[in-house]
């Protein structure tokens, strides 16, 4: 039978003058769709996302100046893991490579100068709810460093993952995530494949699930309910990360898009990129520019966590953005990988 797809019709309906601009318009959209057609076979744990143009940013006003314009993006078709990686994944990395996060080593001191060499001890960052009726914006106020705290830790000594085996790994870095992608013969998402995949097909709308945030009065993700930081009603069944998948899939079959963990991207982040970002396949900017942080080395991070509330953060948003030093890790902080076809 003749081939009757598009494609194959290009060369004829151009005229003979313009054989040369027809083979490239050919070669560009066979690779365009070669590029989006789902392969044969999945890899173990990834669905496929096609690939496609759409609208990427956010109109929000609590996202002024760091997520507009919004902007049409083209990204390729390619490989996604369904769910957030795990304890029982990243273990099975650390049991064979020997490898050790960056909240498990003690700070650099050349980095901290000014810290007594005594405090310079392996931490991680943990979130208490401050103990006080007052409402309160100093971030301190809820973060302690906690000695002791990583991943086989995760609220510090004392504590474990026994039974935690599909959560969400935490207390990971950037240059964790990263290194964990490379074994795993995978890499971290860029910013707008993350966003691409995260909206699911679903375009303009606030959620990865449409624009209802409980359609029905139903949590469609782990955030926090209530008044954050001092009050969360746990609505939602959880008051810290939950088991990966405990909520709804997106349409391409995504867990956890929205709220449990935050997730790293490749990219460097910069407040500004969205004005003049690349249409077809961004990867970023050159360089990391916060312009509240101007010194550190910072990645994006997307998606929330589940210390997203309606009053602080709402980042749970798809077309929302935020960012964290490369070396920093907490334990609201994971990641997922992608992977080319």
Known sequence: MADRSESSLLPVLVPAGGLLLAGLIYIGVTSYLASTRKPVTPPPGMVWIPGGTFKMGSDAPEFQGEAQPIHPVTVHGFWMDATEVTNEQFAEFVKATGYITVAEKPPDPAQFPNVKKEELKPFS???????????????????????????????????????????????????????????????????????????GGLEGMKYAWGDDFRPGGKSMANTCQGHFPEQNLVEDGHRTAAPVG??????????????????????????????????????????????????????????????????????????????????????????RCVKDR
């Open 125 to 199: 960052a943990v979130f208490t709810p401050p103990v006080t009726d007052t409402p309160t914006r100093r971030v301190m106020d809820w973060w302690q460093k906690v000695y002791g705290a990583d991943w086989k830790h995760p609220d510090g000594p004392g504590s474990s993952i026994g039974g935690k085996e599909k959560y969400p790994v935490v207390h990971i870095s950037w240059v964790d995530a990263d290194a964990y992608a490379k074994w795993a013969g995978k890499r971290l998402p860029t910013e707008a494949e993350w966003e691409f995949a995260a909206r």
């Open 246 to 335: 405990s909520f709804p899939p997106n349409p391409y079959g995504l867990y956890d898009m929205a709220g449990n963990v935050w997730e790293w991207c490749s990219d460097w982040y910069s407040r500004d990129y969205f004005k003049n970002s690349p249409k077809d396949d961004p990867q970023g900017p050159e360089s990391s520019n916060d312009p509240t942080d101007p010194k550190s080395k910072r990645k994006v991070q997307k998606g929330g966590s589940f210390l997203c509330a309606e009053n602080y953060c709402a980042r749970y948003q798809v077309g929302a953005r935020h960012s964290g030093e490369m070396e920093s890790a907490a334990d609201h902080i994971g990641f």
